[in-house]
């Protein structure tokens, strides 16, 4: 017998958490949440999404056994951008019983209901930087930290309960180039020169935080909004974001460019890959193995490219140059083995053609699958 139970004790909330590295034991591709980020989920205090956001989360039982989890989250500001009544599934994790990951959508779709939504879709979080997108391609594939990893039998689940493709994501590895590329230099350098900009600079992790985070923030919220499923970033939710992810930063691995007055037009970020780390802490950042994040990110071997944003004003004067100079010289001068691009739409052709420059390879699809009730 299938038991669906909203969960609300500790206990529940602990299993909720703690499930995937149960399901994906010893799986050699799998990268374990942040543990405590997640507990935090529950926290109306700590997660500051709520300010914006309904969730509920659900666990499945058989025979007194947890073999699934679901989360269903009601994303406002989403809802008000594009007009429409949607909730998101997230956290979507489950043994491979048709039966089960039935039970788990029939919650969510309740709670949709419940709640005067008419769509459900996913997988997506609470925002732009939460994991989404299965995996339908790469099982083979180390996961990086940001994002999920899934059994191949997921998307027959998720379809058996209804659901069809929305939108695709794909993935790149990059390689460094044998030499460095002359004709990139070139052309950074006229681009430069012709629009009187430059690098960014600061010291330290902290000074740069301070000196550029409103104006990369900007441009996020100006260059991703018409793509799929982004929302804006309140106040709280960009402090908290910059709290979770500055202890994995390098400065050196930054790329901010701005103009004659200081302000940013374009920004490129990648972070040192913490993911075998993260496989052997089990996502525990109170773990004697964690040390080994400092050596990640001091000297990495691979790269997980974050974010990269351009104001419109300027993607036609040849800026986006300055970005692939900025990889080139991450590639080459820190011995990196290869760097990871994570999500890509498939339709958007500009980002994919960039990769172009350098030996790539792409490795992983994702998909957001959508139904109406």
């Not at 350098?189 to 900009?197: E, F, R, S, T």
């Not at 997980?304 to 004003?313: I, K, N």
Request: charged fraction near 30%; hydrophobic fraction near 35%; include cysteine.
């Amino acid at each position: 017998m299938i038991e669906i139970k909203e969960v609300k004790t500790r206990r529940q909330k602990n299993q909720f958490v703690d499930f995937p590295n149960k399901l994906y034991k010893n799986n050699m591709y799998y990268v374990p949440y942040i543990r405590s980020d997640e507990i935090n989920l529950f926290n109306y205090k700590k997660n500051v999404s709520y300010e914006d956001c309904k969730a509920k989360y659900f666990l499945a039982y058989k025979n007194k056994k947890v073999v699934g989890r679901i989360a269903g989250i009601i994303q406002n500001l989403y809802n008000q951008k594009t007009n429409e009544k949607r909730v998101r599934f997230s956290r979507f994790d489950c043994i491979n019983d048709k039966e089960v990951s039935k039970a788990l959508f029939n919650a969510v779709e309740n709670f949709a209901k419940e709640s005067g939504m008419d769509t459900i879709h996913g997988p997506m979080g609470f925002n732009d930087l939460d994991r989404e997108g299965l995996l339908i391609e790469g099982f083979d594939q180390l996961s990086t930290f940001e994002e999920q990893y899934n059994y191949s039998y997921y998307q027959k689940l998720i379809e058996a309960a209804g659901y069809t493709k929305e939108i695709d994501y794909v993935e790149y590895k990059i390689f460094p180039l044998k030499e460095r590329d002359e004709r990139i230099d070139r052309i950074a350098q006229a681009v430069m020169k012709k629009n009187n900009l430059h690098y960014g600079y600061a010291k330290n992790k902290k000074e740069y935080i301070e000196k550029y985070k409103d104006g990369i923030f900007k441009i996020i919220d100006e260059v991703y909004a018409p793509l799929y499923g982004t929302v804006p970033f309140t106040e709280k939710v960009k402090e908290q974001i910059i709290s979770q992810f500055k202890l994995f930063l390098n400065i050196n691995f930054f790329c901010t460019i701005c103009d004659e007055n200081e302000n940013v037009i374009a920004f490129g970020f990648a972070i040192p890959s913490i993911s075998k780390v993260m496989q052997k802490t089990k996502g525990k950042l109170l773990h004697p193995k964690i040390f080994g994040i400092i050596k990640s990110i001091k000297k990495p071997e691979i790269l997980d490219l974050a974010l990269t944003g351009v104001l419109p004003e300027y993607r036609s004067k040849g800026v986006n140059a300055l970005l692939m100079q900025f990889l080139m010289n991450a590639l080459l001068t820190m011995n990196v083995k290869h760097l990871e691009t994570n999500l890509n739409l498939e339709y958007n052709a500009i980002i994919q053609n960039q990769w172009k420059n350098f030996p790539n390879i792409r490795h992983k699809r994702r998909r957001c699958f959508v139904k109406k009730l």
